[in-house]
């Protein structure tokens, strides 16, 4: 497969994968922070086509479950009762890409509520918990590594440009930022910052937070790239012609950064979201009842759920086909590097 | 957090005669020989018979700090000095009554101001050294002493003058009160008898806070307890051997304790020590949340798990009630508006979701409450306290007398305001290392959601939590729970009265800032002071429905006592009342106790 068509394939995948995420109140059956009291920790419901008597049915029906008498999660198959699913269905109020008010919902029932991913402590639906969970998960990953990245370019192509003392103050910085242990320094930011934070404060706080100790690696990069791509002989001759620094960084020196930033994008993103992850996993991040998938996995530290509800694992699994979708979409960019792109266009000008 | 008004405390240090003499004491014709040594008077206990020997251990979340009950202020210090120290009077943690410890009798006087106590005869501190008045009334001067800042002081400072006592034979001594002492007797449990012989000169010194740290010499301190200090290994464990002097007996005539050894593991939180029980490391557990109760009893496998009832633990809701004078931000002065605001406090009372928070945060094992005392509390209990069920409208119908109204949102959410417009909008503190709290929270935010109140839940971490409700008093409300130590109604006296320092909505007042507290606090100082238990009852009782009246404290749901011991495990009869499982720990014993001490 050729590497365009890799990347375009990867590109897909993850299209794909943030559309759910991006059309969440669509694709979730109800609202994420809705209690359902009667329901704690139900499992999740299984699909059926046949029901008890053998039957077939198109289309695909669930079992209810009682609450099995004298015990608080311990539920049992209702099977005298099937329930089947219907489809783009009216229900909870949302705001389809954050904006427009809408109510169609890919799947629902008339009556009782169905749980496809099973409920938590307190009766909220998973399955719509990781979907919306997923949007700011997924948001504070893009958003902090673009702002990381536009920080690590600038300060990148500045100190890789002009060099001196400049680019010494800069580097030695970006290395003193390189050495931190950046959790503890998430740590120390956050616990400087208010505390009583709603919930859009503290995501963004959160993103400003991971943006600002991520920029060093990127910086280094990108001044590297400009170092080497400042001494080529078509820079020179532009600068003979009496092309000034910015003309030279807009039409010949950032260029080449493109693929190297792709790149770090790439690996960036996924990194970001784990480290929104870790900060809600440990209570720092945006506050309940607002999910993020650090939220739903702060479940998990409680050895009772752990031996207790399979299906609050689900969380974890979820971020899996996202990070191979960024993983392998930064191997693809890999690829055919910068470098040997370079090496043919000076090989050229040599003939 | 737990109220102690004088934080009970009990400890020693002991050194390590008479190691493996303690089986030989035990042994039936040893304690025959020692029921005739007529200088003995021995307090026999009833109950199942248990076999000598072996050693327990238990879990403790975290290191106990200190073994010397002069400054020992945290659970796990104080749950380690009970099983070394003793007291006059005790309060059996079962039937919640008094009963004779190291005092075998008692008087108290018609007007009720002079307690004549008389010990048992031939009582001896753990290092063998014989303990008499004078041990009494050293142990009382040193709590008194204002240099020694003892938290015991408080509680026997009654009627505003402290307790003066008198020794009048080597056996009886007299204890002299300015007023009445409505809870009697009950004042002397806890409070631990300390050696003169050792602690002496050091107190002359004014060096008694040095003593009794868990690395210290084991022959700096001895008790009068059931168990002494052996070992201590930081950061693991604290190992306890038997005292061979104790002053108990069984009813065969047996020495108590039983055991040869208790043995305290260090571990870091609730979930590992539910681990080491699980895996069969450590013999008892108590304190168990409901969700792990239920994990352990699914699968009951050489051991059994407990729920003894609801104990004396009240959660609850409160708000920022001080006085935070002019200085104060003008957004903070408009929400304390709305707090002081008894109709905003009885709303939100009436659209907490009790019976969510039972089932939901302790899966059914718990109780709701409307007041303070709790079911667990077995004579103090206010029966004509109202239990209204949950009710939004009359919670909004409040709201709205109040003067508050509401506006609809864009997605037809509606938000409460109040009459200057502004959107109710508060954040709840809640403690990051209690899940069971942290869960209420999150319950009371989704009702009050309903009522159109924007609520925020902030974890923090217990003591920055603490440092902001009694000091800083930057916070707007909070949720909280208190466990008190005994089922009188002094030991939330703290809670109750405007000057104290628990009083949480607005602690340690010069003056009541309002007329029902400057109430509450009369009655409460009468009840202390009254002289029979219908009485104190009558007073008790008004004060308990002035409270649920202005919903100072908005009262939520107490958890049961949950605990587990090894099938092996004899005499396991958990309490409501701290400590919950190690209350009779000289009656535990092994059923196989015999092998475990030969391995």
């Known amino acids: 497969m050729s590497r365009r068509r890799k990347i375009a394939n990867w590109l897909l995948v993850l299209g794909a994968l943030h559309g759910i995420v991006l059309c969440a109140g669509f694709f979730a059956p109800y609202n994420p922070v809705e209690q359902d009291r009667k329901n704690p920790y139900l499992p999740p419901m299984r699909l059926h086509f046949v029901d008890s008597r053998k039957h077939l049915h198109l289309r695909p029906f669930v079992y209810s479950f009682q609450l099995r008498p004298g015990t608080f999660d311990q539920y049992v198959e209702d099977t005298a009762h099937p329930r089947s699913l219907k489809f783009l269905i009216t229900g909870d109020r949302y705001r389809m890409l954050g904006f427009l008010p809408a109510r169609l919902h890919l799947f629902g029932t008339d009556s009782e509520r169905i749980y496809l991913l099973g409920t938590d402590a307190f009766g909220r639906d998973q399955l719509s918990r990781i979907l919306f969970g997923g949007q700011v998960s997924l948001l504070a990953g893009l958003l902090g590594a673009?702002?990381?990245?536009?920080?690590?370019?600038?300060?990148?192509?500045?100190?890789?440009?002009?060099?001196?003392?400049?680019?010494?103050?800069?580097?030695?910085?970006?290395?003193?930022?390189?050495?931190?242990?950046?959790?503890?320094?998430?740590?120390?930011?956050?616990?400087?910052?208010?505390?009583?934070?709603?919930?859009?404060?503290?995501?963004?706080?959160?993103?400003?937070?991971?943006?600002?100790?991520?920029?060093?690696?990127?910086?280094?990069?990108?001044?590297?790239?400009v170092l080497s791509a400042k001494e080529r002989d078509f820079v020179r001759a532009a600068r003979g012609f009496g092309a000034s620094n910015l003309y030279l960084l807009r039409r010949h020196i950032l260029p080449e950064t493109s693929s190297v930033l792709l790149t770090q994008a790439a690996i960036l993103i996924p990194q970001y979201v784990l480290a929104e992850m870790t900060l809600s996993f440990l209570g720092l991040g945006v506050p309940e009842p607002v999910p993020s998938w650090g939220n739903l996995l702060s479940n998990l530290q409680q050895y009772s759920v752990l031996v207790s509800y399979w299906w609050m694992y689900l969380s974890a699994l979820v971020m899996v086909p996202f990070f191979l979708g960024y993983l392998g979409l930064a191997s693809a960019l890999q690829e055919r590097p910068g470098a040997y792109k370079m090496e043919r266009r000076s090989l050229g000008s040599l003939a | 957090?737990?109220?102690?008004?004088?934080?009970?405390?009990?400890?020693?240090?002991?050194?390590?005669?008479?190691?493996?003499?303690?089986?030989?004491?035990?042994?039936?014709?040893?304690?025959?020989?020692?029921?005739?040594?007529?200088?003995?008077?021995?307090?026999?206990?009833?109950?199942?018979?248990?076999?000598?020997?072996?050693?327990?251990?238990?879990?403790?979340?975290?290191?106990?700090?200190?073994?010397?009950?002069?400054?020992?202020?945290?659970?796990?210090?104080?749950?380690?000095i009970g099983v070394m120290q003793a007291d006059l009077v005790h309060i059996n943690r079962a039937t919640q009554l008094i009963e004779p410890a190291l005092a075998k009798s008692w008087k108290i006087s018609p007007d009720g101001l002079t307690y004549t106590l008389v010990l048992r005869k031939g009582l001896k501190f753990s290092d063998g050294q014989p303990m008499d008045a004078d041990d009494v009334l050293f142990s009382f001067h040193v709590y008194l002493d204002e240099n020694t800042h003892a938290p015991q002081r408080d509680l026997l400072i009654v009627g505003g003058k402290p307790i003066v006592v008198r020794k009048v034979d080597a056996q009886t001594v007299v204890f002299q009160m300015a007023k009445p002492y409505g809870a009697g007797e009950r004042l002397f449990d806890g409070l631990a008898i300390l050696p003169r012989h050792l602690l002496e000169q050091p107190f002359q010194e004014g060096k008694l806070a040095q003593i009794g740290s868990l690395s210290a010499a084991?022959?700096?301190?001895?008790?009068?307890?059931?168990?002494?200090?052996?070992?201590?290994?930081?950061?693991?464990?604290?190992?306890?051997?038997?005292?061979?002097?104790?002053?108990?007996?069984?009813?065969?005539?047996?020495?108590?304790?039983?055991?040869?050894?208790?043995?305290?593991?260090?571990v870091p939180n609730a979930d590992a020590q539910v681990l080491k029980f699980q895996s069969g490391e450590t013999d008892l557990i108590s304190?168990?949340?409901?969700?792990?109760?239920?994990?352990?009893?699914?699968?009951?496998?050489?051991?059994?798990?407990?729920?003894?009832?609801?104990?004396?633990?009240?959660?609850?809701?409160?708000?920022?009630?001080?006085?935070?004078?002019?200085?104060?931000?003008?957004?903070?002065?408009?929400?304390?508006?709305?707090?002081?605001?008894?109709?905003?406090?009885?709303?939100?009372?009436?659209?907490?979701?009790?019976?969510?928070?039972?089932?939901?945060?302790?899966?059914?094992?718990?109780?709701?409450?409307?007041?303070?005392?709790?079911?667990?509390?077995?004579?103090?209990?206010?029966?004509?306290?109202p239990h209204p069920a949950r009710s939004l409208d009359r919670a909004r119908a409040l709201l709205k007398e109040a003067g508050f109204s509401w506006t609809t949102g864009p997605n037809g959410e509606s938000t409460l305001q109040d009459s200057g417009g502004k959107p109710v909008e508060f954040s709840i503190l809640t403690s990051s290392s209690n899940a069971d709290r942290a869960k209420m929270a999150a319950i009371l935010q989704d009702d009050l959601q309903q009522l159109g109140m924007r609520v925020q839940v902030v974890p923090l971490e217990?003591?920055?939590?603490?440092?902001?409700?009694?000091?800083?008093?930057?916070?707007?409300?909070?949720?909280?729970?208190?466990?008190?130590?005994?089922?009188?109604?002094?030991?939330?006296?703290?809670?109750?009265?405007?000057?104290?320092?628990?009083?949480?909505?607005?602690?340690?007042?010069?003056?009541?800032?309002?007329?029902?507290?400057?109430?509450?606090?009369?009655?409460?100082?009468?009840?202390?002071?009254?002289?029979?238990?219908?009485?104190?009852?009558?007073?008790?009782?008004?004060?308990?429905?002035?409270?649920?009246?202005?919903?100072?404290?908005?009262?939520?749901?107490?958890?049961?006592?949950?605990?587990?011991?090894?099938?092996?495990?004899?005499?396991?009869?958990?309490?409501?009342?701290?400590?919950y499982v190690l209350w009779n720990v000289e009656q535990l014993y092994l059923k196989n106790g015999r092998e475990n001490a030969a391995q």
């Open chain 2, 287 to 385: 304190q168990l949340g409901a969700e792990n109760f239920s994990v352990l009893s699914r699968r009951q496998d050489g051991y059994t798990v407990t729920d003894a009832g609801p104990g004396l633990e009240y959660n609850f809701l409160f708000f920022n009630l001080n006085d935070l004078g002019e200085k104060a931000p003008a957004d903070m002065q408009r929400k304390q508006k709305w707090f002081r605001e008894v109709k905003f406090r009885q709303a939100v009372s009436a659209a907490a979701d009790r019976e969510a928070i039972v089932r939901l945060v302790y899966q059914g094992r718990g109780a709701a409450i409307w007041g303070l005392v709790t079911p667990g509390n077995k004579r103090w209990g206010d029966t004509n306290l």
């Open chain 1, 146 to 225: 673009g702002l990381t990245l536009l920080m690590g370019w600038c300060i990148g192509a500045v100190a890789g440009h002009f060099g001196g003392g400049c680019d010494d103050v800069l580097m030695r910085v970006a290395e003193l930022f390189l050495a931190l242990p950046w959790l503890y320094l998430l740590f120390a930011i956050r616990a400087f910052l208010p505390l009583t934070v709603n919930p859009l404060q503290a995501f963004f706080l959160i993103v400003a937070v991971i943006a600002a100790v991520g920029w060093a690696r990127p910086a280094r990069l990108v001044r590297g790239i």
């Open chain 2, 462 to 579: 217990f003591r920055s939590l603490l440092d902001r409700v009694t000091q800083s008093k930057e916070y707007d409300a909070c949720v909280m729970g208190i466990a008190s130590y005994d089922a009188d109604p002094n030991s939330d006296i703290n809670v109750w009265l405007s000057s104290g320092g628990t009083h949480l909505w607005n602690p340690s007042q010069t003056h009541p800032a309002t007329p029902w507290e400057a109430e509450i606090d009369h009655l409460i100082e009468d009840q202390m002071s009254a002289r029979t238990f219908d009485q104190r009852k009558k007073l008790y009782d008004r004060a308990q429905e002035i409270l649920a009246e202005y919903q100072s404290l908005i009262f939520l749901a107490s958890p049961d006592i949950l605990a587990g011991a090894k099938n092996s495990v004899g005499n396991f009869h958990p309490a409501v009342l701290e400590p």
């Open chain 2, 1 to 80: 957090m737990r109220n102690y008004p004088a934080i009970v405390a009990r400890c020693r240090i002991l050194f390590r005669l008479f190691l493996g003499f303690s089986a030989l004491f035990c042994h039936p014709a040893f304690a025959h020989a020692q029921q005739n040594n007529s200088n003995e008077e021995l307090l026999t206990l009833p109950g199942e018979v248990g076999h000598c020997g072996g050693r327990l251990v238990v879990s403790l979340r975290g290191e106990p700090k200190t073994l010397n009950p002069l400054i020992a202020a945290d659970a796990r210090s104080r749950e380690v």
């Open chain 2, 218 to 266: 084991a022959n700096q301190w001895a008790g009068l307890g059931p168990f002494r200090l052996r070992e201590y290994v930081a950061g693991q464990r604290l190992v306890l051997e038997r005292n061979p002097y104790y002053w108990k007996s069984d009813s065969t005539g047996n020495r108590l304790p039983y055991l040869d050894e208790l043995v305290f593991l260090f």
